[in-house]
């Protein structure tokens, strides 16, 4: 995953939130939860009585699987969050309400009834999972239980809850008149549903602001084997959309990262080289940070890029695995060491922007000479940013700053005036250029938008040839780097 592609804004404050907390309404989690055992041994020898290993059991894990694993990212982050299905009345149920887990959120909202989904994995000598042992009773909740999760989630959205993650694994709590009637109420209300799907009929997932399948469960939606390229997900994810007025979709695709689907225009996210030794709970993962992130504000777009990077945390782990804030930081941080290095050559910026698009994103250009930075400038930077994903500076050179403004400009040499361009978090990156025009330079980024602050039209600027779109921005009046420096000879 390449973080020199990730919007600067949305980096930092992932990293705020990531070091100092997370401050937002809790999360709801409705779903089918588990209880993941792991039975952890060493091989030996085959046994007489069948032609099977012998595992000498060493250790004995449990940890909360299905919709308990999504809770678990979000209490890794630090996300507040309150969950809601169904631990049985046995003794797996009350080992499960018994993990640490469920001390630190807010489980009143779990129905305690039936018979608890249990996944017990053996693994064997270098960890490795040799056999999986089922127990579970897959049961619809009653009218009484459908009753109280919907006052549950009325009372939480008066309280200020905005988002709801539905966790279905197959395993009958999430019924389809459960998940229609908690979408519609959650629609009335202005709260967002993430639904992770099982079903094959998305008719109970309609109406949902984001759904997070994977390559199989999107065969099975469609009807077809769809196959894992850039082409073929779009189109199949595009097409339940529509049917089923679904809002966006993020489509997870193993060794190829993911697919998000926003506002009908795809972005693919590719994941880097990492070693796979359980790919098991990855997809809460994904769901889980995604809407963390996305719930305190960030863009769907950037919540996502953050939640691939967790993915590839979690998959180098053995079993079940929530990921933490410090890993998720030290991940990105790692991802990102260039993050900061803003100011670069017209060809580094070339290739940036190619980077930039082929993930969907899209990049804005404005230039200048910028000799004394003042507040008319900043408010052109951030109206220019609002326009796409990435703003591109084209910063005039000493020698061009010159011929345009006479001899006694500019006031800062050019690597001042880019290091303090460079500083701000609308831009993503400052390049020099030594033209009196930046045309030539456009030429090699050729962006989205061109942003030019003034009373220009948009026929006059130059190098318009290069971009898809102009767009003229007002000057704040009563600001100008000439009339600054006036008042100081003045003075």
């Known amino acids: 995953m390449a973080f020199n592609t990730f919007c600067e804004q949305s980096l930092i404050h992932a990293r705020k939130l990531l070091q100092d907390g997370f401050y937002g309404p809790p999360v709801i989690v409705v779903g089918d939860f588990m209880l993941d055992r792991y039975l952890c041994g060493e091989v030996f020898r085959i046994s007489p009585e069948a032609p099977v290993p012998v595992v000498k059991i060493l250790e004995e894990r449990l940890i909360a699987g299905g919709a308990g694993n999504v809770a678990a990212n979000l209490a890794g982050l630090g996300v507040s969050s309150a969950v809601i299905g169904r631990a049985g009345n046995d003794s797996q149920g009350s080992a499960l309400l018994s993990l640490p887990l469920f001390k630190d959120i807010d489980s009143s909202g779990m129905c305690i009834n039936g018979q608890t989904t249990v996944k017990t994995r053996i693994l064997g000598s270098g960890r490795q999972q040799m056999l999986r042992l089922d127990q579970e009773d897959v049961k619809a909740p009653s009218d009484e239980e459908i009753a109280a999760v919907l006052s549950k989630i009325s009372h939480s959205a008066e309280s200020g809850v905005k ?17 229609r009637k908690i979408i519609a109420l959650a629609r009335e209300r202005s709260v967002n549903v993430w639904a992770d799907p099982k079903k094959t ?8 602001f984001i759904v997070t399948p994977n390559i199989r469960e999107l065969s099975d939606a469609v009807g077809r084997a769809v196959k894992n390229d850039d082409e073929d997900i779009t189109a199949a994810a595009i097409g339940l959309m529509e049917k089923y007025d679904i809002e966006n979709m993020l489509v997870t695709r193993s060794d190829k990262g993911a697919t998000l689907i926003e506002g009908g225009i795809a972005a693919h996210m590719p994941v880097g080289a990492v070693e796979v030794y359980d790919v098991s709970g990855a997809g809460d993962t994904m769901i889980a940070v995604a809407a963390a992130f996305a ?24 079993g079940t695995y929530p990921i933490s804030a410090p890993e998720l930081l030290e991940a990105i941080s790692e991802k990102s060491g260039s993050a900061h290095q803003k100011v670069m050559s017209a060809d580094d910026a070339a ?3 190619g980077k930039w698009r082929d993930a969907g994103e899209r990049v804005v250009f404005t230039n200048g000479c ?4 003042h507040a008319g400038h900043i408010d052109s930077l951030n109206a220019a940013r609002a326009l796409g994903d990435r703003l591109i500076v084209g910063l005039n050179s000493d020698g061009s700053v010159c011929r345009l403004k006479g001899e006694s400009r500019p006031i800062n040499g050019a690597e001042a005036r880019a290091k303090l361009l460079a500083a701000l978090e609308a831009v993503s990156a400052v390049v020099i250029f030594e033209e009196d025009t930046p045309a030539e330079l456009l030429s090699r980024l050729r962006p989205d938008v061109i942003a030019k602050g003034g009373d220009y039209r948009p026929e006059e600027v130059a190098g318009r040839e290069f971009a898809a779109e102009v767009v003229i921005i007002p000057l704040t009046e009563g600001f100008s780097t000439t009339s600054i420096i006036e008042r100081l000879h003045e003075e």
Do not use: H, M, T
Request: charged share 20%; net charge negative; hydrophobic share 45%.
């Open 351 to 353: 290739a940036l922007c």
């Open 201 to 208: 009929d998305w008719e109970c997932y309609r109406g949902a």
């Open 370 to 373: 910028f000799d004394i930075l």
């Open 163 to 179: 988002l709801i993650i539905i966790s279905d694994y197959g395993k009958g709590f999430c019924s389809p008149e459960l998940c």
């Open 295 to 318: 719930a305190e504000g960030l863009p769907l777009r950037d919540a996502v890029r953050l939640a691939n990077a967790a993915s590839q945390v979690v998959i180098g782990k053995i």
